[in-house]
């Protein structure tokens, strides 16, 4: 590990002083590839929705959702260079977590693109226990006595760099700088690629999950406050297209788009070639290979675009090495620092 | 188990005499409900593309495609009952599956609805060998030494019922019916619900699969003729919209729709009214707990509806019994039958 | 003109006996290519909502919607030839048309397909009355003393043969074999082409619009029973694959699919391959022709299928003759018959 | 009219320094409500395209496709009023257009998003003759004699403001902003509504089109520089959450979205919600209304959003005035400038 690096947003601050685009903000810090970076991130509602008497239309300025940690320059990344963000350790900050049905956003409701004559659904909110001990995350049903222990699984639903086009983009958005992906595969342990698009690649994260759903249906996961760890390195000369994701057990790609068969359509597209690339194979022999390997879980289907993952297992990939084996290092380096 | 029935397509008929729709052909049977069903099926190629020579379009008939074993006259069936479908066991009959690529067809290429002005890509034929002792389906790319033991992972890609409305419905489509899903869930010890549409169901299967990745992608699996044991047994005045399964580990449910997001959603509504049935959740507690606890598996993005599974585990749902438990019992006939 | 057939469905039947599919329903005449035949095509609802104050949900059959004049089983036609539906004359049959809202039916409501949890939107009828000297619909509002004379303009939202694959499908339906299309120009003085799938092609068709928007955005036009005369006449060893219109100003394709914009690639593309082979132009060339010519309105994005129609200016095609000319010698014969 | 504003972009300046993007570009002048302003504007290839040997993928710099004229700072102008465009004029500025395949971009071909393992098309280039006096562009077919006259009817595909949220999106992207909206409505004697975002507006345009088909199928309309002279007015006080369009005959909505269904049901909700506004008609008769007179041609399918438009005849609407009449006031203005 070549550096560290301790940053935190400050919680006093101007709420209008945080980061909410990927793009179109100044970087917060500047660091070396291969930085281990410490920081916090707010939750999605800037930590604004607390309790179940909380509504997230009265309490939360619209503008103002999924603020970022960040964004932090990479020095010397640059246009065609891929930024390799490792997660070391992901952690809920607080013994609580919030969800909530927000009016007019969701999987299952009217939006204001699948624009319809409803009324909104019910606004409600719903606060969970965690037990970051027991690794559990508690769900208490509002109407009746239902309670269920849920797997403690913390991830981060947003992460990412600066568009390219000149573009600034909400944090609510997924795109191929990443952004609002919303995939529980984003847990520690896991190294997430990302081209980079402007120099210095400026990238932020945030929007942590105590644990969601794939789809993440309602549109809100167990939002959470989180404690995180990451080493950001950089891959030059290496272009990608879309953000791709490596644990020790998967090669995977994602791609984010409407309609949802379009975002399939990227993420096992872009799997074809990374097999084909790391194999020899043809494209062809690639695409079959893919389609009968491929496990396809969906991210989120809430978000302006909607996220779709593919995973191919490298135990099947026997002796191939994504983007130089940086992975593998990271993994080491974290392994080194958990001691 | 009440009774047993074993019943077999004849492999040297014209196979134009053969089920290739849901709805539309006599029953083969008649059973009571209970009755264990042994039989097997054909390959979605009817068996003619035997061989990396072989090209289906030059081999098959565009209308004898995927022919069903079935269907099976349940007695008593009626509209507004489910039928259930345990598999017992399902296990490739050769020692061989094949897959292909098939002119505009495929979640990756043009189609004859996502109309475009390319030729069509390379088609193409490979041939599996499926080791049924340790469980092995190989994969030999064509063009370069690549290979992979891929898991053995049998299951079936068409399971269905007579559609309503007095609609006849080709075996390659999939909808509230059941019909070509394509999903790998569809294993050995799984129970798929189906709503009954008319008198006796007429339930038929086939499209064996030695394995298939999610999402199906190139639009053809390991295809395999399939030795099949299944018991067929009635939940009368249960109406079941659109198909689910049970596993001993997950309540599942299905969409079949397209764009793929209606998939989703229909899958997640359905299960949402599922579990706050079965808990007595609102619907709005149930619609947070989903949205916390599914896995949202896609099933395939090729056929002409595309089918996406939501599965939320049954260890979530304490005490909680679908469909007056049948699922458990035919469990425990299946398991006292292998004794 | 080579023969007439008057043809008359008997109001006073059973309502089970009607049509209401294509495909699956025996002939209730058979015809020689180029018979005119005079009928009349009850309201989509087969004359069971007849005012304000009757709901369809609670006066219709939901299995007996849409009921169908024919099928017309055409002497020598097969599969690979193309049925011509051209039509002399549409006219309302009475004084009034209905259109209402439908629980879950509708391009701005959730439906059983775009699945949610809002409750229905609020079921209405409202009654039109028609004046055929004046080619007037009058719309009342039912919560204002609003009112609108709008422009009588009658056609046929459902005109199909029976499918391919022994498919049965339901008059709801629409697709290649044509079924529930839906789209205003089915008018008087245009042919439809389609391609035939089974001996005899099956043609029948019901569901007259007094008018309809485009789009048909709540799901009911302007319904009503129509007196209709048309030609039937073939094209022997013509297939179309998607059905065609022809008007004397303009030539139409059309597509019927999900998501929408599938719907437009199969107009389009299908506009692209008729330019080309009628012009003699390259594909690239007739794309680029196509991309600046064309007239793209929507039909329904209501139905189980959308569909879109591609429109281009015969006068902007000099000297192109499509079909061998049928659509000028039925004008002319129907011109004829006019007197 | 209060006052004019000559501008014009500087064709011999560096292309980087043109607007590229809506947001993120300061205002190139500040004018008052009620200016009219008379500009040019290049065409979507910066002027890099002028012959059929000319291929945009190798005379191009991807970033520097569609600049845009402007911005232009409206004073007074504040989030949550509307600003009115209304084109008095647009007039091609030389005598030829251009039109080009563009790999993997256009409704009939696999795209970054619709991925997918084709090749791409053919690239190719065509040049139009535009005879200004003769209101006629003249297509010629590259690999057969077919040539065509066709209607000159000139428009901009791109019209908007800075969006909501910080966002800085591309000059290709169409959206609640506006932006690359590619509707032939967007003509002389058409008013255009967008809601304001950011203090100032910062409205500009470019893109003009001699002409375009619906859909705008290939990608690229007949490309050219047009001198255009258009009012900004105010409507204080009034959102509009999607842009809006008037002319003398018709109120238009417009949605822009994937997939193309959303395009349409967010145009068609905002005329329901429109005519229910200006007519005292309950929401649902609105929806009726609209579903009986609505015209819904399709804009672009081929952008980054796709567009549709949701057009009702005023005719219909008698006694309505939209806007405070503002169409109506600047279409004096424009006819006593033109005088």
Redesign the interface.
């Given at each position: 590990m070549d550096e560290t690096l301790h940053w935190e947003p400050d919680a006093d601050a101007d709420p209008t002083t945080y980061a909410?685009?990927f793009?179109?903000v100044a970087p917060v810090a500047s660091v070396r590839p291969g930085t281990m970076i410490s920081t916090w991130t707010m939750d999605c509602f800037g930590g604004r929705v607390r309790s179940s008497t909380d509504l997230a239309s009265q309490v939360c300025d619209p503008?103002l959702l999924n603020p970022q940690s960040g964004p932090f320059y990479v020095e010397g990344a640059r246009p065609g260079d891929t930024l390799a963000v490792h997660f070391v350790s992901i952690e809920p900050r607080e013994t609580w977590g919030v969800?909530s049905?927000v009016p007019f956003f969701g999987?299952?409701?009217?939006t204001?693109?699948?624009?319809?004559?409803?009324?909104s659904?019910?606004e409600?909110t719903?606060i969970y226990e965690i037990d970051r001990a027991d690794r559990i995350?508690r769900?208490l049903?509002?109407?009746?006595p239902?309670t269920?222990?849920?797997p403690l699984d913390p991830m981060h639903g947003t992460v990412g760099v600066a568009p390219?086009?000149?573009?600034?983009?909400?944090s609510?958005t997924p795109g191929d700088w990443g952004g609002n992906m919303d995939t529980p595969e984003m847990r520690a342990g896991v190294t997430c690629y990302l081209g980079v698009n402007v120099e210095g690649a400026l990238m932020s994260l945030g929007d942590g999950h105590a644990?969601?759903?794939?789809?993440?249906?309602?549109?809100?996961?167990?939002e959470c406050a989180m404690d995180t760890t990451f080493i950001l390195d950089l891959i030059p000369g290496a272009a990608t297209?879309w953000p791709r994701l490596e644990s020790d057990d998967f090669l995977m790609t994602t791609?984010s788009?409407?309609?949802?068969?379009?975002a399939?359509?990227?993420a096992?597209?872009?799997m074809?070639r990374w097999v084909a690339e790391l194999?020899?194979?043809?494209?062809?022999?690639a695409?079959?290979?893919?389609?009968?390997?491929?496990?396809?879980?969906?991210a989120n289907?809430v978000d302006t675009n909607?996220t779709?993952v593919?995973k191919v297992p490298t135990s099947?990939?026997?002796g191939v090495s994504a983007m130089d084996g940086v992975h593998g290092r990271l993994r080491k380096v974290a392994s080194a620092w958990a001691g």
């Open positions: 909410y685009t793009g179109g503008r969800s049905t999987a299952l409701t009217a204001p693109t699948t624009a319809m004559l409803h009324e659904l019910l409600r719903w995350v769900y049903a509002a109407d009746t239902f269920a222990a849920l390219a086009l000149g573009e600034v983009r909400s609510l644990r969601q759903g794939e789809g993440e249906t309602c549109g809100v996961a167990v297209a791609g788009a409407r309609p949802l068969e379009d399939f359509r990227i096992h597209q872009q074809v194999t020899g194979m043809s494209a062809l022999d695409y079959q290979f893919v389609s009968q390997t491929a496990l396809s879980p969906i289907v909607y779709v593919c099947l990939l026997l």
